[in-house]
């Protein structure tokens, strides 16, 4: 049975992926800051395990670590992510809140991938992947706004590539996928994807993952995206 590890699992994209995932009978880990708290995730039915992980704290990320110690991860989904000055103008910005907004969506990703780098290697598809978004290709931007949320997911298309150089030798493939502009809380609801379509689409490129794709920037469809 292949293992999938999901952070940011209790709401939006990372629980419907976990809930795909259980479905056609992967063993899912799916972490979150407050299991006891997240009711839909909780309510999945399948081979379903739900841990505390608060990303943003890397001692968190290294208790979990230890505690999953010897377990084989076949796909490390690096899901979880924030919007904390969706809409902002150049004159709101607020420096706090960029900083905690890069350190969920760019160093926190990092954190948790070097923890677990070692289950990753040592299972059969070798795969970590970051959901990143169109809005970090720096070649698609042509309006002003969104300054925190642009440069955090281009940044972290940035880390991934790096990423994807230094585990080369243990045959790891990393790729950033943008999953397209979906129907959840951050997304909002005039979004024009459903939260089922975007993950279906995004695990189907997953499941098509070569070794030669590693360091990629995908589209849903596994298309390359412009940096």
């Known amino acids: 049975m292949p293992t999938v590890f999901i952070t940011g699992a209790s709401r939006g994209l990372g629980l419907e992926f976990a809930r795909q995932y259980a479905a056609d009978g992967w063993r899912v880990i799916a972490t979150c800051r407050a299991p006891q708290g997240a009711h839909a995730l909780n309510a999945l039915a399948g081979p ?39 809409g902002a103008t150049l004159a709101e910005l607020d420096a ?87 129907r959840t809380d951050m997304g909002g609801g005039n979004a024009a994807y459903s939260a089922a379509e975007s993950v279906s689409a995004v695990r189907a490129t997953i499941a098509g993952l070569q070794f030669k794709d590693s360091g990629g920037f995908l589209s849903r469809d596994g298309v390359p995206l412009a940096w």
Not at 60 to 84: F, M, P, Q
Not at 120 to 140: D, F, H, P, T
Not at 151 to 176: C, F
């Open 48 to 86: 379903v395990a739900i841990h505390p992980l608060d990303v943003r704290e890397e001692r968190s990320i290294k208790e979990l670590a230890g505690r999953l110690a010897g377990t084989c991860i076949d796909i490390l989904l690096l899901n979880a992510g924030v919007h904390l000055q969706k």
């Open 96 to 182: 706090g809140l960029w900083l905690e907004e890069l350190k969920v969506n760019m160093i926190s990703p990092l954190m948790i991938a070097r923890s677990f780098v070692d289950h990753v290697a040592r299972s059969n598809q070798k795969r970590m992947v970051a959901i990143s978004s169109n809005s970090g290709s720096i070649a698609r931007i042509k309006e002003g706004g969104n300054y925190a949320y642009r440069s955090g997911k281009a940044a972290l298309n940035a880390v991934m590539r790096v990423l994807a150089a230094d585990v080369a030798h243990r045959e790891i493939t990393v790729v950033a996928i943008g999953p397209g502009h979906t």
